[in-house]
């Protein structure tokens, strides 16, 4: 009795340090535009068939053909695609609903509750997975604790979060019909919400129907052959099993994209949107990934050592998890969530077999530590607990320092004509904060792989194969941009080619620059008030890419090119005793950088004899 104390002490403590430690922050690029577009579908009481916050959602043909023959074919966009992208306005369209009501009862701070419940929610239900499986309640504990460590990289407040309750309560479903229970019944109406939530549950019903099919294959060896491989489902529960699931499938197709969503993976992967940040490849130096891929080694070692405990159900769910998770960074969360089910089961019987095993040899061994390792844990928890609160828990931080607040203000304030160019990672802040008044070129739902192309043309400053005018001009020019806004820096630390072209060009007139973000306006009559009050000289500029550095240090310390950016900058203003300590910081981590190391020993030399 005392044991299941203790056990439920635990698991209640753990699951309200998650709730305070993944309530510190109510962030995402993509949470701004999700709340807009819940307030519109609310107001409005249907979903948008065309994108509101864009003016590059429909490009004309002369527009779209702007660039293509003048980069590299992989750098091309595949425009046969296009008409797919306009499936994105209507995915997630209940999350967005409700982020936006939970936002209208309690601001930022409701959405952020909403948050961490959904979170706390998730490992509960994993937890009780974890239970019906068959693992010991320690295990599935400490297993809970690694899953949620994973999962605090992914603290993000986007539609994922659904996703990340209902895949365990997916598998909750599926063993608990092993189990002769009865929640495989709900799984309909599990899918159905899922498949107007989140585009998740394609994993979903990816795993329920390899589930069936290896349960339905074994009985079938263990019926009709005299091999046994360890079915566990009998004919009743196989002809329930197969009904739901093919019932599951079907009415998923009750949301506004029907079976369009199926094809969102593989498009995905085809197009130029392969180059955002969370579809990159997990990497080791990342500490989540590199407990992803611990996890993965401890799983594959225990499959190889407790084979007869593993069933082929489990090693086909594994592998449709850990593909995805190996091409991309967002599905590490999911690997975690479903592996935590099998690792927690496969290190309970390791375990077991070992305490078999040792008590038949030392006596000491044939008592029972339940209580002891609880009260060990008990403490661990405690102190974890106290570091966390120290941290600061509760804050529901929003990170306005990531976004243009000043340059918004100015915005608003002096009111320029036109269109507006602006930074990807910006578009949802922009269109929280400036729509309907102003559409944004580019926001993380780009329905236009070409506008996205586009995009990185004018960042990059491409010259083209323009004789009289480099093909950022021309695109500036195509799609009748009046002002850009944009910061110095990017998040490599380098300064933004299109920010070092544009600072020289007498076609456009920086406006505003506050350490965050700069505006330029164009160079024209309409604008001549706006530039005569407001415009600032170029020095101004190197002290906003000094601002933007010493942000970025200090926000990201190892990432080298700020030093280098910054070291630039200070011998631009003269600084060279600053300079010369960022050249010195930043071969102390990138020693073979030969351009930097010349500066760095030309300036040197200089104010030696100096």
């Known amino acids: 009795m005392l044991v299941k104390i203790y056990h439920k002490f635990l698991l209640f403590w753990l699951l309200l340090l998650v709730f305070l430690s993944y309530a510190n922050r109510v962030d995402d690029l993509d949470l701004w535009w999700h709340l807009k577009s819940g307030e519109l579908i609310y107001k409005n009481l249907s979903i948008p068939e065309e994108d509101p916050f864009s003016f590059t959602y429909s490009l004309p043909a002369e527009v779209s053909r702007l660039g293509i023959d003048e980069v590299p074919s992989e750098e091309r966009p595949s425009e046969e695609a296009n008409w797919f992208w306009a499936t994105s306005l209507k995915r997630n369209w209940l999350s967005q609903v409700l982020f936006y009501l939970t936002y209208l009862g309690g601001g930022f701070i409701g959405l952020g509750i909403l948050k961490s419940l959904l979170f706390m929610s998730a490992y509960m239900v994993l937890y009780l997975t974890m239970l019906r499986r068959g693992a010991d309640h320690a295990v599935a504990f400490i297993v809970l604790c690694l899953v949620a460590y994973i999962g605090h990289h992914f603290n993000y407040t986007r539609p994922q979060l659904f996703s990340y309750l209902l895949l365990p309560t997916t598998l909750y479903c599926l063993y608990d019909l092993r189990r002769g229970g009865r929640f495989i019944y709900i799984l309909p109406l599990v899918t159905l919400l899922w498949a107007n939530l989140h585009g998740g549950y394609i994993l979903g019903l990816t795993i329920m129907g390899s589930f069936t099919f290896v349960e339905a294959l074994k009985y079938l060896i263990e019926t009709k052959t005299p091999f046994s491989i360890g079915s566990t489902i009998e004919r009743d529960q196989l002809r329930k099993l197969i009904i739901i ?265 920086p406006v505003f620059a506050d350490g965050k973000a700069l505006v330029f306006v164009r160079n024209r009559p309409e604008n001549k008030d706006l530039i005569e009050r407001y415009e600032i000289p170029l020095d101004r500029i190197y002290d906003e890419i000094i601002a933007e550095c010493e942000r970025g240090i200090e926000k990201y310390p190892a990432t080298w090119g700020y030093y280098e950016t910054l070291g630039y900058a200070y011998m631009k203003k003269h600084r060279l005793k600053d300079a010369l300590k960022m050249f010195e910081k930043y071969l102390s981590m990138n020693p073979y950088n030969q351009k930097v190391r010349y500066t760095y020993e030309l300036l040197r030399r200089y104010l030696s004899q100096s």
């Not at 001009?473 to 920010?499: C, E, M, Q, W």
């Open 245 to 509: 699931v093919i019932l599951s499938i079907i009415i998923t197709l009750l949301n506004p994209n029907t079976y369009l969503t199926f094809l969102f993976p593989w498009y995905q992967q085809q197009s130029l949107f392969r180059s955002i940040e969370e579809y990159h490849r997990p990497m080791l130096y990342e500490y989540h990934s590199y407990w992803f891929m611990l996890s993965a080694v401890i799983i594959m070692v225990l499959v190889l050592s407790v084979t007869r405990r593993m069933d082929l159900t489990e090693l086909l769910i594994l592998t449709v998890v850990i593909i995805p998770s190996l091409k991309s960074n967002k599905y590490i969360i999911y690997f975690a969530l479903v592996s935590g089910v099998f690792l927690s089961y496969a290190l309970s019987s390791v375990i077991q077999n070992f305490k078999c095993w040792i008590s038949e040899r030392l006596t000491l061994f044939r008592r029972d530590f339940s209580i002891p390792v609880a009260v060990v844990l008990s403490l661990v928890m405690v102190a974890v607990s106290a570091k966390t609160v120290s941290t600061g828990v509760l804050r529901f931080d929003t990170r306005q320092w990531m976004y243009p607040t000043g340059a918004v203000a100015f915005i608003k304030d002096v009111r320029p004509q036109g269109r507006m160019f602006n930074l990807y990672n910006w578009g949802g802040y922009l269109i929280w904060e400036l729509y309907p008044e102003y559409r944004v070129f580019i926001y993380g739902r780009t329905l236009n792989e070409t506008a996205f192309f586009h995009y990185h043309q004018i960042l990059k400053a491409t010259k083209g194969h323009g004789v009289e005018r480099a093909l950022w001009r021309r695109l500036l020019d195509a799609y009748k941009i009046n002002f850009i806004v944009t910061p110095a820096v990017s998040t490599s630390g380098y300064v933004f080619p299109l920010v070092d072209r544009i600072s020289l060009d007498s076609e456009w007139k």
